[in-house]
């Protein structure tokens, strides 16, 4: 049974992939059923919505997902990589294959007909959100379903949805700006083609459907972290409260931060984890992931493919991505986080705090071997309880609460350092200083998992990038250099009769 419902959910995540390659802004999700059987079929068969659901989560992960034949092109990991990137945390430091070269040199994103990452940004989430909308239409949409299974799916639609439209907002705009019009929203399948929305509409629209999916989740227990749950959704809410730079929704934040730490659900790594290679959805400090199997397919086009030494990889070959050389410097000695970058070798040694600085003791194949793994089999991570406890510090310290900012700061720093001695200085900080030690340790923290891009936004930073930058280096960025936004792809707005500009 478990192998038939593998097959069909393969089969949905097919149906999706081809539909949206053969039109870009095609009103219909599918080319095998009209929106109003599927509708019909699924109220005479709920696992229809459910496989269309595992379908969308199969399709985070799938190699050239964006509509491309670019090895940079598989999915959410991608833009992980790409929005660290643009921060500067992570640096392309070496060239080889040309592999996010151009993209590290900040000639891509300025141009609308280049692919990566202006169309595959457009059309992975778009395309989330068109398969979202066939599910929430099928499973009742505002009309709540009367089992707690089809209230889940719901749940889980509106938050993918909402997912969806966060980093859709954050890489095609400069800046929270309410009044400025971004994105076209769409929220029921079939619906021609929409003019942009400003940018509050939008936010209207992901803090609705995530205050619904928590609402609608509150008694799903999901098989594994590959699913949201009602605690995900509440860390993607705290993400865009925090992001709109308001007193009254940074405290919103926090709360929903906290209430996630509160739950229990959820353990902060310790240092052996944080130096244990990443692999497996099933640590407990994870909170959202994908549990990679042979089935998926995913070898060289895929996050591992370009970020671990340890597996088949561009990583192996020269092409390297590591931490800012002056963001690494400024780690404490004794922190354990400082062990995760250096140089790995063939033979499975590791040289610590040696260029490239490569995250090669975070993340990694445990056999150790160069080009081992392939195919890919150890997981994705997309979102962990240390996020929430740093973001609640965050907030906790600019809304001028100093006290607790640093009692959930130090719940961390504990898990990082033998010696209480180490980050004793925490106690003396307040005010400015405060937030800026908050931003550092989140920055080396959550190094190379695609959140550095949304801090910058959020506390509006300009960063500078190292001296192990391929591109740039020296050179300082400001949160709202257009150079790190996105470009509307050229094909939405050829194709897409009222939208005609960008947003920067």
Known sequence: MKKIKFLF?????SVIIVSCSE?????RPTNY????????????????????LSGIYNQMVTAYIGGTESQEDFGQKSFDIMSDILSSDLAQVTAAYNR?????????????????PNFTAWRFYYTIIKSSNLVI?????????????LKAVLGQAKALRAYAYFYLSQFYALEYNADLPILPIYTSPGQQSQPKSKM????DLMIADLNSAISLMANYSRPNKA??????????????????GQSSTNRLAQELADEVINSGEFTLMDKNEVTGGFTKLTTPGWMWGFDITTANGLGLVSWHGFMDYYSYSYQAVGNNRGIDRGLYDKINANDIRKKQFGKANPDGSFE?????????????NLKKERFSQNPIEDDYIYMRVAEMYLLSAELSAVEGDDASAKITLKKLLEKRFDNVADYAYVDALSGQDLINEIVFQTRIELLAEGKSYLLMKRRKLSNTRGSNHLNKKGETFAHNDPRLTFSITQREITDNPFIDSQNK
């Open 9 to 13: 959910s393969a089969f949905i995540t």
């Open 200 to 203: 509050s509409e939008v936010y």
């Open 33 to 52: 059923i009209s929106v109003e059987d599927y509708e019909a079929s699924s109220k005479i068969n709920p696992e229809l919505s459910s496989s269309t």
């Open 137 to 149: 239409s099928a499973t009742g949409g505002d009309t709540i379903p009367e089992s707690d299974e």
């Open 352 to 364: 610590e705090g040696i260029d490239p600085l490569i995250p090669a003791r975070k993340f990694y």
């Open 23 to 27: 039109t870009f802004l095609d009103e």
């Open 227 to 244: 699913s949201i749950n009602q605690n995900v959704a509440k860390g993607l809410l705290a993400y865009v409260y925090s992001s709109m």
């Open 100 to 116: 996010f070269v151009p993209f590290s040199n900040l000639s891509w994103t300025n141009d609308p007909s280049v692919n990566i």
